[in-house]
Every structure is written in structure tokens, then in C-alpha cells.
């Protein structure tokens, strides 16, 4: 019942927050506040070891009958990888909550209850077992993003939101032709109609139908994800996001697609998938280069944090493609990394922009003289983004390229070049920004530095992307039991030996 | 007949006595709220009647007739649908409209007669009769009693091509009839089935039909009539013209088809195909070039309509199914987004708050109406939690099921391209108020008008997000018909 909960808190929390609005602007943010902390609470004391130790991981399910004539159940199953997504989804819904405070003044409850309802959507698409469930939260996810875009997004959030919605549509609508020609295919073998996706796993498909579903629910993940080229959207949506906005997009919305690789393309398909592997892990690189080289070349400091995370997800692609334990370890890591270093970026980046009104970094420059604090916090996360030892995003990119070393040398080694250009992008922002001469903005010797809440914000942040670098041994405790039984299922006959670490 | 056959028809009879006591009272004492009080009783006597009438199994009234649960599912979506295009037209018409307003009742019920025989036809007696008492009162009802050039208009231009559509229609029945020397849907399907080699005259027949009815459906390339008639026409009139008649022509239809032809036939069923992709695309791409909120969802009914087709296509059990319930999802999200578009228009101001502009900042100043629109919206464009969402994924299910693989890549284009217009409404809602516009809010909608868009915002959310009563309703009615 817990996992019920879990979804039912922020949904009825967003209702709440909706009607609070029209009485006090505050109500929302309070109201919204409580229903994370509680829902925090909830899956907090979900931490623990799998009901049963052998074949299963999961620690919590539910199963009730949905649309029983089109077998349809409501199934939501919870292991330690759902877990440890699902806390950085409420905490950095949380963390939204916190920094939207000043910056979100205008249509308050709707705000929220937007906010709320794509947290409900994303802790959906992390629990829901049954294929049409899962869609069904995928495609919930979409409309309230849709709106903290296209609402109280920046100059040309018409076009950047319904860009968003347009290509993550267009993907999501091949992926559901593909899940209901999977179900057909498992109706004709096993003669009843289900969407459930443990029944579902051991379907067989002859080689050429498994291929084409597989790139079905491919291309709709290496939207999300996004992976070059299907990235197009991202850029835009980030830089004209309201800052929760962008912190959600990059922090859990992103984390959603490579989510579904490892759930279901890999196990769905593991034989289409290890034979798509080499091309996967080409995109992957090609993402992390590619990436980084454009945010190089940006003068908007949030268009460069955002290409940063296309290069920080091809890492990701990377890994799983991998589907070795090292490089799944790593990717899980470097999710959480991700979600971190990056969310804690946009946060300073909108910060920046309420203060001096541009994200442009030729205006820029100096203002570490005017605003110490927010421009310390800038270089962490910075570094953070370039992996340096020590800061999670490290262990994330070693064990990825460790992992992925086994299944391709020559990948890994031109992967390992966007270390480098990882450097000279995170660098040159803290260059450009906080370092050099004065800024030549008008009243800039009159800033404000971070406020206490920000501060609060930045400072947990700093320690959960220190702590996760130096002891990230209790989240590979959590998530190792569910990763052994994906990478049980996903593992390819053929492909057996070297897929052993 | 029968004291069964008259029990199966009980509804019917019903809706008649309805009318002509309606008429009669409007001879007897002109009063606006009396005619559409007895109006709205007596068709939601009429809806609780309909599953008294439920027959053990199907029941044949008079050649013409059949009464079974298929028979009786649509019925009751065209009479639930006429009821709250009822209550919607009095908060429409209560408003400053001078005049007589009374007939307007009469020609509802007498439309809505029409319809709900429609899906119980099994004869093409029935089904000429049934369609023309639609079409000709539809006809006064478009051009009722306004001031605007534009009804009037619209009543000619659908009086024109219903005509058109209609002889199409009849000549088709009339090859038909000279080809086989029978006008009862079973037996054409037995002696056309008989014979092996194909039959021009029938097949020329069967084309007529198709065109007569792509007309009524508008279907893409017979869709040009649709945003004129959608624009000009009241609004609750431009919801029945979407929901009613369209759901009246597809049942009827649907069954000439399952007890006539036969899904076999594969050049009819290119055709058919031909036709459902280019109303999905050809629909979506057109409204992408619309300011008319109006006109904007007269082509998203064409590309529904195309979207339908699928199923039809589909045929068996699933796609008659899917059909079943993407008309239901259909009906709600089309009476309710067309019911706010009346509530937002005042009748005597010469047109109705149909251009996006009238829009803008509603969800400040209407917030409720707004609210709801938007869901309507994203219902129409398939997006949970809606009946839209299952209804498209229902009808993805089938097209898939029957292997059917370009329709269902139409759909899915046509649903991506569908997106963008939907979404451009829902922005302008949500834009802030022009300054231009007098700052005092306009008149709230009447209580009972907001009342019935609540009732279709429960369902549209209800069913969109447990189906299975839905389902299992389809499943008892429609899926237990056997052909």
C-alpha cells in the first residue's frame, strides 16, 4: 500500500496546492512542501533489502486489477533502483519547491500543483510493472511539464514547450505501437492478452520483429534521455524552463529514459539489444563529445549547462549498453551525480539571472567579488560536471568507462576524450563568469549574495555530491540486487562470456 | 409485432409521444422554459427507459428494425448526448435572443428521433427515413431564428450538399436494389455472398454509399461543407451536427457494413483505408491553420472521424469494441468542448466567442470553464488522465491487432501534428488578459449549464482513468451482439 501512497501524496498534494492558490500565495508552497516532505518520509522508510532473497528484488508491490478485459492490472513494484530514483525525484522536487520561492510569483497554486503532478508522473513511470500502466504515466508526466514551460518559462517558451512535447509525443506513440505488437506476439504464443511486463519477459520473438520493437522503445528513451540525435529539444526546453522547471528536466525527467533502457529494452529484447549494442554505444560517444563540444561554443550559460547534460547522458547510454555490472554501477551513480551537480548548476544559473536579469556570459565576469558565496558554489558544481576525483560525477564516468572497457575498447578510449572536453567547458564557465575583470552590468557592486534558503539548498547539495564520491557503497547495497536480475534477464545466450565482469 | 417487439421498442415510441407533446404545447401556450423543461424530461425519460427495452436477444421490430444491444448503446449515446445538447441550448437560448425559440425544441427532438433509429435500422427503408428526419430538421436547426448572416449561410450550404449527399445515398440503394431485388441488410449480405464473381452494379452501389455517408461523416474528400457549417451554426447545434448525427451515421453504417458486405472485400477495404488516412492527415494539417476555435474543431472531427475509421478497418471483436468506446470518449469530450463554447457566447452578439483571441486569459476570468476546456482539449489530442487516452490507445490496440500498418502510422502522425493546435488553445487561456478588453468579468454561465460541463468533466476523467465499467458496459451491448 506504501507504493499507493507514495503516488497519491504529490497528486492530491497538487489538487491542495491548485485550490490554496486563489486564497494565499504561500498556501501553495507550504502545502507543496509538506506533501514531498511526507512523501520523502514514505519512501524513506522503503530503504531496506528485497522481500526475498534468490530471483526477485523487489521490495514492495502492489497488484490490483485495472482494465481486466484488455488484461490490464494495476502493477507497481518497487526495487532498489525505482527506490533511489524516486528519492532524488522527491528531493529534488523538494529543492524546486524551495528555489521557486522568490522566482515564481505569478498563478502560484497552478505552479505547484504543475510541479507536483510531474512528480507523480515520474514516480509512476519508476514503479508501474505493467506496460500500459507505464505508458500511461509516461505520457502523464508530459502535459503538467508541458505547462511549467510554456507558463512561466523565459522569452520563446512557446516554441521550446511545444517543441518538448511534439518530439517526446511523436517517440512515445512509436514506443506504444511497439508494446502492443509485443503483446499481440505474446498473445498468439501463450493465447491470453496481457501487459504485464514479468509475464512478458521471456516472449519469443524471431530476430528481424525483436530488432524493430526494440528500436521502438529505443527511440522513444534516447529521446528522453536525450542522446544526439534525437537531443534537439533539450537545449531549448532547458534554457527557456523556469529554473524548477529546468532542475526537473535534468534532475528526473532525463533520468526517466535511461530508466527504460534498463528496465525494458535490454531485458524485453536482450538479444536485438546486444546486437544493437556497438551502435547504442557509438551515439553514446558521439553524444558525450558532441555535447560537450557545442557547450563549449555557448554564450548562454544555461544553453551550456544543458548541452553538459547531453554529454554527462551519453556516459549513460554508454554504460548500459555495456550491461556489464562496473559500467550499470557506474551509470546508476552517474544518474545520481547528474541530477545533482546539474540541478545544483540551474539553480545557480536562475539564481544568477534574478540577480542580474541575463544568462548571457559576456556580460558577465568578475562576480566573485560581488557574490563569493553563489560563485564558490558555481566552481564545485563545475568541477563536479568535469569529474574531478572525490565528487560523484567521478565515480559515475570511471566505473562507466571501466565497465564499458571490457565490451569496447575503442569506445572507451575516444569516450574518455569527453573527460577532456568536460574540463574545458566546465572551466571556462567558471572563467567567464565568475573570474576576470568586473562585470561591465550596471549595479552589479550592489548584488545580493545567496540567501539562507539557497544557501541551505547548495550547502545539502554540496555534501550529497561529496558524500556520494567518497562512500558510495550504500547506494550500490541498494540497487545491486535489482541490477543482478536485470542483468540476469538481459544477458545474451550468445553473448555470455563477455558480458561477465 | 409483437407485445415483446413493442416492449424492445418502448424507447422510441417514447421519444415520438415526446415530440408530438412537445409540439402540442407549443400550440397551447408559448412559454420558452416550459417547452425546454418538457423537452429535457422527456428525453431523459427516454435514457432510462433504454435499458428496460433490453431484450434477452436481438428482437426484430417490423422488417425495419432490430432491436440488440449494438441497437441500443448508440441509441443511448444519441439520446444522452440530445439531452445534454438540450439543457446546454436552454442556458444558450435563455439568454437576450428575441423571438420565438420554442420550434427550436421541436426540430431537437425530432433530429434526435431520427438519429437514435438510425443505429436500430436494418433495412434501407429505415436507414433513408432515419438519416432525412435528421438532415432536415438539422437543416432548420442551423439556420434557427439568428441574426447572423453566417447561419443562414451554413443552413444553405448543408441544405445543398445534404441534398447532394442524400441523392448519392439514395441512387447507391437504388443499383443495389435493382441488382439484388432486396433492401434488407441480411439478405443483400446472403445474395451477395451467393454469387462469387464481383458485381459491378453492387459495387458501383456500395461506392455511392460510401460517398453519401463520407459526407455525413465528412470524411476527407467530402470534409469541405464541415468548418463553414461547424462556424456559422449555434454552438450546442454545432455539438449535435459533431456528436449526434456523427454517431447515428457510423452505427448505421458499422452495420449495413457487417451484415451487407462483409470485411473481405479488398478493394472496398483499400478505399476505406485511402479515405481514414487522408481525413487524419488532411484534418490535422488543416487545423493547423486556424483561428477559429469553431472552425479548429470542426477539422479535429474530421481527423477523429479518420481516426475511427481505423477501428472500422480493424473490424472483429476488438475494433468494434474500440469503435464503441472512442465514440463514447468522442461524444463526452465533443458535448463538453462544444458546451463551453456556447456557455462563453452570448446569442444575440452576432457570433459566438469562437476566435482564439476570445481566448486569452481565460483561466483567469473563467477559471472553471477554462479548466475544463483544457482537459477537453487534451482529451481530444489523447492525452491521460482522459477517456481520449484510452480511447486512442483502444483504437491503437485494434489497428495494431489487425496489423493494419499504415492507418496506424497515419494516426500516430496525425495524433504528433494534432498536438500543436490543441496546445496553441490551451496557451491562450492561459495568457494573461488583453488590455484592450473591458476589465469587468462577463456574465457567469447559468448553474445548470456549468453543472452539466461538471457532469461530462467526471465522466471524462472517471472513465479515462478506470474504464473497466465502460468496458464491460461495450462488452455487454455491443460485444454481445452477434452478426
Given at each position: 500500500?506504501?507504493?499507493?501512497?507514495?503516488?497519491?501524496?504529490?497528486?492530491?498534494?497538487?489538487?491542495?496546492?491548485?485550490?490554496?492558490?486563489?486564497?494565499?500565495?504561500?498556501?501553495?508552497?507550504?502545502?507543496?512542501?509538506?506533501?514531498?516532505?511526507?512523501?520523502?518520509?514514505?519512501?524513506?522508510?522503503?530503504?531496506?533489502?528485497?522481500?526475498?532473497?534468490?530471483?526477485?528484488?523487489?521490495?514492495?508491490?502492489?497488484?490490483?486489477?485495472?482494465?481486466?478485459?484488455?488484461?490490464?492490472?494495476?502493477?507497481?513494484?518497487?526495487?532498489?533502483?525505482?527506490?533511489?530514483?524516486?528519492?532524488?525525484?522527491?528531493?529534488?522536487?523538494?529543492?524546486?519547491?524551495?528555489?521557486?520561492?522568490?522566482?515564481?510569483?505569478?498563478?502560484?497554486?497552478?505552479?505547484?500543483?504543475?510541479?507536483?503532478?510531474?512528480?507523480?508522473?515520474?514516480?509512476?513511470?519508476?514503479?508501474?510493472?505493467?506496460?500500459?500502466?507505464?505508458?500511461?504515466?509516461?505520457?502523464?508526466?508530459?502535459?503538467?511539464?508541458?505547462?511549467?514551460?510554456?507558463?512561466?518559462?523565459?522569452?520563446?517558451?512557446?516554441?521550446?514547450?511545444?517543441?518538448?512535447?511534439?518530439?517526446?509525443?511523436?517517440?512515445?506513440?512509436?514506443?506504444?505501437?511497439?508494446?502492443?505488437?509485443?503483446?499481440?506476439?505474446?498473445?498468439?504464443?501463450?493465447?491470453?492478452?496481457?501487459?504485464?511486463?514479468?509475464?512478458?519477459?521471456?516472449?519469443?520473438?524471431?530476430?528481424?520483429?525483436?530488432?524493430?520493437?526494440?528500436?521502438?522503445?529505443?527511440?522513444?528513451?534516447?529521446?528522453?534521455?536525450?542522446?544526439?540525435?534525437?537531443?534537439?529539444?533539450?537545449?531549448?526546453?532547458?534554457?527557456?524552463?523556469?529554473?524548477?522547471?529546468?532542475?526537473?528536466?535534468?534532475?528526473?525527467?532525463?533520468?526517466?529514459?535511461?530508466?527504460?533502457?534498463?528496465?525494458?529494452?535490454?531485458?524485453?529484447?536482450?538479444?536485438?539489444?546486444?546486437?544493437?549494442?556497438?551502435?547504442?554505444?557509438?551515439?553514446?560517444?558521439?553524444?558525450?563529445?558532441?555535447?560537450?563540444?557545442?557547450?563549449?561554443?555557448?554564450?548562454?550559460?544555461?544553453?551550456?549547462?544543458?548541452?553538459?547534460?547531453?554529454?554527462?547522458?551519453?556516459?549513460?547510454?554508454?554504460?548500459?549498453?555495456?550491461?556489464?555490472?562496473?559500467?550499470?554501477?557506474?551509470?546508476?551513480?552517474?544518474?545520481?551525480?547528474?541530477?545533482?551537480?546539474?540541478?545544483?548548476?540551474?539553480?545557480?544559473?536562475?539564481?544568477?539571472?534574478?540577480?542580474?536579469?541575463?544568462?548571457?556570459?559576456?556580460?558577465?565576469?568578475?562576480?566573485?567579488?560581488?557574490?563569493?558565496?553563489?560563485?564558490?558554489?558555481?566552481?564545485?558544481?563545475?568541477?563536479?560536471?568535469?569529474?574531478?576525483?572525490?565528487?560523484?560525477?567521478?565515480?559515475?564516468?570511471?566505473?562507466?568507462?571501466?565497465?564499458?572497457?571490457?565490451?569496447?575498447?575503442?569506445?572507451?578510449?575516444?569516450?574518455?576524450?569527453?573527460?577532456?572536453?568536460?574540463?574545458?567547458?566546465?572551466?571556462?564557465?567558471?572563467?567567464?563568469?565568475?573570474?576576470?575583470?568586473?562585470?561591465?552590468?550596471?549595479?552589479?557592486?550592489?548584488?545580493?549574495?545567496?540567501?539562507?534558503?539557497?544557501?541551505?539548498?547548495?550547502?545539502?547539495?554540496?555534501?550529497?555530491?561529496?558524500?556520494?564520491?567518497?562512500?558510495?557503497?550504500?547506494?550500490?547495497?541498494?540497487?545491486?540486487?535489482?541490477?543482478?536480475?536485470?542483468?540476469?534477464?538481459?544477458?545474451?545466450?550468445?553473448?555470455?562470456?563477455?558480458?561477465?565482469? | 409485432?409483437?407485445?415483446?417487439?413493442?416492449?424492445?421498442?418502448?424507447?422510441?415510441?417514447?421519444?415520438?409521444?415526446?415530440?408530438?407533446?412537445?409540439?402540442?404545447?407549443?400550440?397551447?401556450?408559448?412559454?420558452?422554459?416550459?417547452?425546454?423543461?418538457?423537452?429535457?424530461?422527456?428525453?431523459?425519460?427516454?435514457?432510462?427507459?433504454?435499458?428496460?427495452?433490453?431484450?434477452?436477444?436481438?428482437?426484430?421490430?417490423?422488417?425495419?428494425?432490430?432491436?440488440?444491444?449494438?441497437?441500443?448503446?448508440?441509441?443511448?449515446?444519441?439520446?444522452?448526448?440530445?439531452?445534454?445538447?438540450?439543457?446546454?441550448s436552454?442556458?444558450y437560448l435563455?439568454?437576450?435572443t428575441?423571438g420565438p425559440r420554442e420550434e427550436y425544441y421541436l426540430l431537437l427532438?425530432t433530429a434526435?428521433?431520427?438519429?437514435?433509429?438510425?443505429?436500430?435500422?436494418?433495412?434501407?427503408?429505415?436507414?433513408?427515413?432515419?438519416?432525412?428526419?435528421l438532415s432536415i430538421s438539422l437543416l432548420g436547426l442551423i439556420a434557427y431564428a439568428s441574426p447572423r448572416g453566417t447561419a443562414a449561410e451554413a443552413g444553405t450550404k448543408y441544405l445543398i450538399l445534404g441534398g447532394?449527399?442524400?441523392?448519392?445515398?439514395?441512387?447507391?440503394?437504388?443499383?443495389?436494389?435493382?441488382?439484388?431485388?432486396?433492401?434488407?441488410?441480411?439478405?443483400?449480405?446472403?445474395?451477395?455472398?451467393?454469387?462469387?464473381?464481383?458485381?459491378?452494379?453492387?459495387?458501383?452501389?456500395?461506392?455511392?454509399?460510401?460517398?453519401?455517408?463520407?459526407?455525413?461523416?465528412?470524411?476527407?474528400?467530402?470534409?469541405?461543407w464541415t468548418?463553414d457549417i461547424y462556424e456559422g451554426a449555434p454552438a450546442p447545434i454545432t455539438g449535435f451536427v459533431?456528436?449526434?448525427s456523427?454517431?447515428?451515421?457510423?452505427?448505421?453504417?458499422?452495420?449495413?457494413?457487417?451484415?451487407?458486405?462483409?470485411?473481405?472485400?479488398?478493394?472496398?477495404?483499400?478505399?476505406?483505408?485511402?479515405?481514414?488516412?487522408?481525413?487524419?492527415?488532411?484534418?490535422?494539417?488543416?487545423?493547423?491553420?486556424?483561428?477559429?476555435?469553431k472552425?479548429?474543431?470542426?477539422?479535429?472531427?474530421?481527423?477523429?472521424?479518420?481516426?475511427?475509421?481505423?477501428?472500422?478497418?480493424?473490424?472483429?471483436?476488438?475494433?468494434?469494441?474500440?469503435?464503441?468506446?472512442?465514440?463514447?470518449?468522442?461524444?463526452?469530450?465533443?458535448?463538453?468542448?462544444?458546451?463551453?463554447?456556447?456557455?462563453?457566447?452570448?446569442p444575440g452578439?452576432g457570433r459566438d466567442?469562437?476566435?482564439?483571441?476570445?481566448?486569452?486569459?481565460?483561466?483567469?476570468?473563467?477559471?472553471?470553464?477554462?479548466?475544463?476546456?483544457?482537459?477537453?482539449?487534451?482529451?481530444?489530442?489523447?492525452?491521460?488522465?482522459?477517456?481520449?487516452?484510452?480511447?486512442?490507445?483502444?483504437?491503437?490496440?485494434?489497428?495494431?491487432?489487425?496489423?493494419?500498418?499504415?492507418?496506424?502510422?497515419?494516426?500516430?502522425?496525425?495524433?504528433?501534428?494534432?498536438?500543436?493546435?490543441?496546445?496553441?488553445?490551451?496557451?491562450?487561456?492561459?495568457?494573461?488578459?488583453?488590455?484592450?478588453?473591458?476589465?469587468?468579468?462577463?456574465?457567469?454561465?447559468?448553474?445548470?449549464?456549468?453543472?452539466?460541463?461538471?457532469?461530462?468533466?467526471?465522466?471524462?476523467?472517471?472513465?479515462?482513468?478506470?474504464?473497466?465499467?465502460?468496458?464491460?458496459?461495450?462488452?455487454?451491448?455491443?460485444?454481445?451482439?452477434?452478426?
Open positions: 500500500m506504501s507504493l499507493l501512497w507514495l503516488l497519491l501524496v504529490p497528486a492530491i498534494g497538487g489538487l491542495l496546492a491548485w485550490a490554496a492558490g486563489a486564497r494565499h500565495p504561500d498556501w501553495p508552497r507550504w502545502i507543496a512542501l509538506a506533501t514531498l516532505t511526507i512523501d520523502l518520509l514514505i519512501a524513506l522508510a522503503l530503504i531496506g533489502p528485497a522481500m526475498s532473497s534468490g530471483q526477485t528484488a523487489w521490495i514492495a508491490s502492489l497488484d490490483r486489477p485495472w482494465i481486466p478485459q484488455l488484461g490490464i492490472s494495476f502493477e507497481l513494484d518497487l526495487d532498489g533502483l525505482s527506490l533511489v530514483l524516486i528519492l532524488l525525484t522527491i528531493v529534488l522536487s523538494l529543492i524546486s519547491v524551495v528555489i521557486s520561492w522568490t522566482e515564481i510569483t505569478d498563478r502560484v497554486g497552478l505552479f505547484h500543483a504543475n510541479l507536483l503532478w510531474t512528480t507523480t508522473g515520474v514516480i509512476g513511470v519508476f514503479l508501474a510493472l505493467d506496460l500500459f500502466l507505464f505508458f500511461f504515466f509516461w505520457e502523464l508526466m508530459l502535459v503538467p511539464m508541458y505547462f511549467l514551460i510554456a507558463l512561466w518559462g523565459h522569452e520563446d517558451r512557446f516554441y521550446a514547450a511545444i517543441k518538448f512535447v511534439i518530439f517526446t509525443q511523436g517517440s512515445s506513440l512509436i514506443m506504444l505501437v511497439a508494446i502492443l505488437m509485443l503483446v499481440f506476439v505474446h498473445q498468439q504464443a501463450a493465447g491470453h492478452f496481457t501487459f504485464n511486463y514479468l509475464t512478458l519477459l521471456g516472449t519469443k520473438l524471431n530476430p528481424a520483429m525483436e530488432f524493430w520493437l526494440m528500436l521502438g522503445f529505443f527511440i522513444a528513451f534516447a529521446v528522453k534521455l536525450p542522446a544526439v540525435p534525437f537531443h534537439t529539444w533539450l537545449p531549448d526546453a532547458h534554457t527557456e524552463a523556469p529554473t524548477a522547471g529546468s532542475v526537473l528536466l535534468a534532475g528526473i525527467l532525463l533520468k526517466t529514459g535511461a530508466y527504460g533502457l534498463l528496465r525494458f529494452v535490454v531485458p524485453l529484447f536482450p538479444d536485438a539489444a546486444h546486437e544493437f549494442a556497438p551502435i547504442a554505444m557509438a551515439l553514446g560517444v558521439i553524444s558525450i563529445l558532441y555535447g560537450a563540444l557545442l557547450a563549449f561554443g555557448q554564450n548562454d550559460m544555461k544553453r551550456l549547462v544543458a548541452y553538459s547534460s547531453v554529454s554527462h547522458m551519453g556516459f549513460v547510454l554508454l554504460g548500459i549498453f555495456a550491461w556489464n555490472t562496473l559500467a550499470l554501477q557506474g551509470v546508476v551513480i552517474q544518474m545520481l551525480a547528474h541530477g545533482i551537480s546539474t540541478g545544483a548548476l540551474f539553480i545557480l544559473v536562475g539564481a544568477l539571472q534574478e540577480r542580474i536579469h541575463t544568462r548571457d556570459m559576456r556580460l558577465m565576469g568578475g562576480l566573485w567579488g560581488v557574490i563569493p558565496r553563489l560563485s564558490a558554489f558555481g566552481m564545485v558544481f563545475a568541477i563536479a560536471s568535469l569529474g574531478l576525483p572525490g565528487l560523484g560525477n567521478f565515480i559515475g564516468e570511471f566505473l562507466i568507462l571501466l565497465g564499458s572497457f571490457r565490451a569496447s575498447v575503442v569506445f572507451t578510449v575516444i569516450a574518455a576524450g569527453g573527460l577532456v572536453a568536460g574540463a574545458a567547458y566546465a572551466l571556462l564557465l567558471v572563467q567567464r563568469a565568475f573570474h576576470g575583470r568586473a562585470s561591465p552590468h550596471p549595479g552589479a557592486a550592489t548584488l545580493i549574495d545567496l540567501t539562507p534558503p539557497h544557501l541551505a539548498v547548495m550547502g545539502g547539495l554540496v555534501l550529497a555530491i561529496i558524500g556520494l564520491g567518497l562512500y558510495p557503497q550504500p547506494v550500490f547495497d541498494q540497487v545491486a540486487p535489482g541490477l543482478a536480475v536485470l542483468q540476469h534477464e538481459g544477458a545474451s545466450p550468445e553473448a555470455a562470456p563477455t558480458m561477465e565482469p | 409485432m409483437n407485445g415483446e417487439a413493442f416492449a424492445a421498442f418502448a424507447p422510441f415510441t417514447l421519444l415520438s409521444a415526446v415530440t408530438i407533446m412537445v409540439m402540442l404545447l407549443i400550440a397551447i401556450h408559448r412559454n420558452h422554459h416550459l417547452t425546454a423543461l418538457s423537452t429535457i424530461i422527456g428525453l431523459l425519460l427516454c435514457c432510462v427507459a433504454l435499458p428496460f427495452a433490453d431484450p434477452a436477444s436481438p428482437t426484430q421490430v417490423t422488417p425495419l428494425f432490430t432491436i440488440d444491444g449494438t441497437a441500443l448503446f448508440y441509441s443511448g449515446l444519441v439520446l444522452g448526448s440530445a439531452l445534454i445538447i438540450a439543457i446546454l436552454y442556458a435563455d439568454g437576450s428575441p427532438l434526435t428521433l431520427g438519429a437514435a433509429l438510425l443505429p436500430a435500422s436494418v433495412h434501407f427503408a429505415s436507414f433513408f427515413l432515419g438519416l432525412e428526419t447532394a449527399s442524400s441523392a448519392f445515398l439514395l441512387f447507391g440503394m437504388a443499383l443495389i436494389y435493382a441488382d439484388l431485388g432486396t433492401m434488407s441488410f441480411t439478405r443483400i449480405g446472403t445474395l451477395a455472398h451467393a454469387g462469387n464473381q464481383t458485381d459491378l452494379y453492387r459495387l458501383v452501389g456500395v461506392a455511392m454509399i460510401l460517398t453519401g455517408v463520407g459526407f455525413k461523416l465528412s470524411l476527407v474528400p467530402f470534409h469541405m468548418p459533431a456528436v449526434v456523427k454517431i447515428a451515421v457510423f452505427a448505421i453504417i458499422l452495420r449495413y457494413f457487417i451484415l451487407a458486405e462483409g470485411p473481405e472485400d479488398a478493394s472496398l477495404r483499400a478505399g476505406l483505408a485511402a479515405i481514414a488516412i487522408l481525413s487524419m492527415l488532411g484534418g490535422n494539417l488543416l487545423a493547423l491553420l486556424q483561428n477559429n476555435v472552425r479548429l474543431l470542426a477539422y479535429s472531427s474530421i481527423a477523429h472521424l479518420g481516426y475511427l475509421l481505423v477501428a472500422f478497418l480493424a473490424a472483429g471483436p476488438l475494433g468494434i469494441e474500440a469503435a464503441a468506446y472512442y465514440l463514447a470518449a468522442y461524444a463526452v469530450t465533443s458535448l463538453g468542448a462544444f458546451g463551453i463554447v456556447a456557455l462563453l457566447s452570448t452578439s466567442a469562437d476566435r482564439i483571441e476570445d481566448y486569452r486569459g481565460l483561466f483567469r476570468t473563467r477559471p472553471f470553464l477554462a479548466g475544463s476546456l483544457a482537459l477537453m482539449l487534451l482529451s481530444l489530442a489523447g492525452m491521460p488522465p482522459t477517456m481520449g487516452f484510452i480511447g486512442k490507445f483502444y483504437l491503437i490496440v485494434s489497428g495494431v491487432g489487425a496489423g493494419l500498418f499504415w492507418p496506424v502510422a497515419a494516426l500516430v502522425i496525425g495524433s504528433v501534428i494534432g498536438l500543436y493546435y490543441y496546445l496553441r488553445v490551451l496557451v491562450a487561456m492561459a495568457m494573461p488578459v488583453p488590455a484592450e478588453r473591458d476589465a469587468a468579468p462577463p456574465d457567469a454561465a447559468p448553474l445548470f449549464g456549468n453543472a452539466v460541463i461538471a457532469l461530462l468533466l467526471v465522466l471524462l476523467l472517471a472513465l479515462g482513468t478506470y474504464p473497466a465499467p465502460a468496458i464491460a458496459l461495450i462488452r455487454m451491448t455491443v460485444g454481445a451482439t452477434s452478426w
